[in-house]
């Protein structure tokens, strides 16, 4: 079998609740969807949504590097050559989302050729993860009602609450507001996205003391490495990198240089392949890991319930699964259903991600 060449549309759905958080906003999913064909018939695919505020990457980019520079080069190799392939994507730096998303595929292609769904050639720990909820920034009593509904409607108990606003009360009335009204029961954990500087994260740690809450993810720019360390260690909770963290090379500079004591992972920026290697290092290690959400379509998110479930240390947390939940529409053929607070693997072969192709007519902006 032999890579024949490698598509990535462009589509644009709307969002009819925008996320804002520190770092920005997203009112459109503006994705890649990303095809890799292959001599036989077979098809694999994956999602790409492009963060330019987290990583620098586009839409236009992402389309660019696949189509010019990554199809070209890997067109003719045997999809099992993963290593090979990996290589060669790997002589053009960065563009993180790109590299994950032709890796997803790979893995979707892989399991259909093998006619094997891709959570269990990955692990097949269990078959469902739990779902936390990701809040973004708005008043407090609104996000108390938003949390709230989607406890009575999905069975979500863990939330992730964006922080990283000035003044600082204003996070932390949250915090206040959100633990009040949601009872003891309820994970609730931070994310600002850097947001904030170390000092700042330091005084919402102690304005926020006794509330319980579980992490801090990414508080100030890891790139601050002196402050950031000193954070890390006056913290009582685990500070989790997310964007500082995209590869394992960053992971172990990161965890070595004190900038975080637990890790995010995010299979539509790590892909399968390196999520294992960076989940490989934190379980050596005996580091926490957190399953996030690079603000995901249907596609992406049952790529990161693939990975999550395959993995006990990654089913060990919810996952952030239903950023979806707030699109006007999305492309996957069979929608994502949250039962009792939990999505399940699919048990076709692959990853089951099959998309509606009316739906992608519709969206595509390439033709
Ligand atoms: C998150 O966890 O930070 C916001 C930007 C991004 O790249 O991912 C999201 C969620
Ligand atoms: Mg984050």
Request: hydrophobic content about 40%; proline content about 5%; aromatic content about 6%.
């Amino acid at each position: 079998m032999k890579i024949e060449r490698i598509e990535a549309i462009p589509y644009a759905i709307p969002y009819t609740h925008p996320l804002k958080f520190a770092s920005g906003e997203v009112a459109t999913a503006d994705h890649v969807l990303v095809r890799v064909h292959t001599d036989d018939g077979l098809v694999g695919q994956a999602d790409a949504p492009p963060r330019p505020y987290t990583y620098g990457e586009t839409q236009k980019s992402i389309a660019a590097v696949i189509e010019d520079i990554f199809s070209p080069q890997i067109t003719g190799l045997d999809p099992f050559d993963r290593s090979k392939i990996h290589a060669v994507m790997n002589r053009t730096i960065n563009n993180q989302v790109a590299k994950g998303a032709v890796d997803i595929a790979l893995w979707d292609l892989l399991g259909k050729a093998l006619q094997t769904p891709v959570h269990k050639l990955l692990g097949g720990f269990t078959d469902s993860m739990r779902v936390s909820h990701m809040l973004g920034f708005r008043p407090a009593a609104e996000l108390l009602e938003e949390a709230r509904s989607f406890g009575e409607r999905y069975g979500i108990t863990t939330f992730k609450l964006k922080v990283g606003r000035r003044p600082l009360a204003l996070d932390i009335e949250a915090c206040h507001v959100l633990r009040e009204g949601l009872g003891d029961d309820v994970d609730i954990y931070l994310d600002a996205n850097r947001g904030w500087t170390a000092n700042e994260a330091l005084e919402v740690l102690r304005r926020t003391e006794g509330l319980g809450l579980s992490l801090l993810e990414e508080p100030c720019d890891a790139k601050e490495a002196m402050s950031r360390r000193r954070l890390v260690e006056k913290s009582p909770i685990p500070v989790v990198g997310d964007e500082s963290v995209p590869t394992a090379g960053d992971v172990s500079r990161e965890l070595l240089s004190g900038g975080c004591n637990a890790i995010c992972i995010k299979t539509a920026r790590s892909g399968f392949t390196e999520a294992q290697q960076i989940l490989g290092l934190c379980t050596g290690l005996g580091v926490d890991v957190t399953m996030g959400n690079q603000i995901d379509t249907q596609v992406g998110s049952l790529a990161t319930v693939t990975f999550g479930a395959a993995f006990e240390a990654t089913s060990r947390r919810a996952g952030e699964l239903s950023n979806f939940l707030d699109m006007a529409d999305d492309l996957l053929a069979d929608p994502i259903r949250i039962q009792d607070g939990r999505i399940r693997v699919r048990t076709v072969p692959g990853v089951g991600a099959d998309v509606d192709e009316d739906k992608l007519a519709a969206y595509r902006l390439d033709r």
